[in-house]
């Protein structure tokens, strides 16, 4: 009897390691998936970041205006968008160009605020309210400098790996 009892083990000992072998394998699958939920929430948290950001930026560039470089600074503007909101811009450009340079304007602004409204992965968009002030100057006269206090909602898209702003519109 004590030879049989011996010999039991070695009868288990395939079956054991073919459920380690599982076991192992459902825990990989297991890790895999979590590395995948992990990345995603990654990538997701990154690209919220990123809309909020572009927004900002493109906030920034439209309070950016200065009668010698309106030229470069209308382009960083178009630069930084795309659909509608360029399309508005681009069609407006020449009038707010000519203006700039007419009045010496020197615009200048800071953003208060930017929050994250809306994130729609599927179409890679988001929507953004951004809260800006602005002061401008006119070079060469006594008019005193005038705040000005912008509130939008911005579209922005991600479009080539990069997040454009393609909507934009006042909020009062």
Same mark, same amino acid.
């Given at each position: +009897?004590?030879?049989?009892?011996?010999?039991?083990?070695?009868?288990?000992?395939?079956?054991?390691?073919?459920?380690?072998?599982?076991?192992?394998?459902?825990?990989?699958? /297991?890790?895999?998936?979590?590395?995948?939920?992990?990345?995603?929430?990654?990538?997701?948290?990154?690209?919220?970041?990123?809309?909020?950001?572009?927004?900002?930026? !493109?906030?920034?560039?439209? @309070?950016?205006?200065?009668?010698?470089?309106?030229?470069?600074?209308?382009?960083?503007?178009?630069?930084?968008? @795309?659909?509608?909101?360029?399309?508005? !811009?681009?069609?407006?450009?020449?009038?707010?160009?000519?203006?700039?340079?007419?009045?010496?304007?020197?615009?200048? =602004?800071?953003?208060?605020?930017?929050?994250?409204?809306? +994130?729609?992965?599927?179409?890679? =968009?988001?929507?953004?309210?951004?809260?800006?002030? /602005?002061?401008?100057?006119?070079? =060469?006269?006594?008019?005193?400098?005038?705040?000005?206090?912008?509130?939008?909602? @911005?579209?922005?898209?991600?479009?080539? =790996?990069?997040?454009?702003?393609?909507?934009?519109?006042?909020?009062?």
């Amino acid at each position: +009897m004590a030879l049989h009892a011996a010999r039991s083990p070695r009868r288990w000992l395939p079956l054991i390691v073919a459920l380690l072998i599982v076991l192992i394998g459902v825990l990989g699958v /297991a890790w895999v998936r979590v590395g995948a939920d992990l990345d995603e929430a990654r990538v997701a948290a990154a690209d919220r970041v990123a809309a909020t950001q572009a927004a900002e930026r !493109y906030a920034l560039i439209l @309070m950016a205006v200065d009668y010698r470089t309106v030229d470069r600074d209308v382009q960083r503007a178009l630069d930084s968008s @795309m659909g509608q909101a360029r399309a508005e !811009y681009e069609r407006d450009a020449e009038r707010l160009k000519a203006a700039t340079r007419e009045h010496k304007v020197v615009q200048t =602004g800071v953003v208060r605020a930017a929050g994250l409204v809306s +994130m729609d992965a599927r179409r890679a =968009g988001a929507r953004v309210l951004v809260v800006a002030d /602005a002061v401008v100057r006119w070079d =060469g006269t006594k008019t005193p400098p005038q705040e000005r206090f912008n509130r939008w909602r @911005m579209e922005v898209t991600k479009s080539r =790996g990069a997040w454009w702003v393609s909507k934009l519109e006042r909020v009062t």
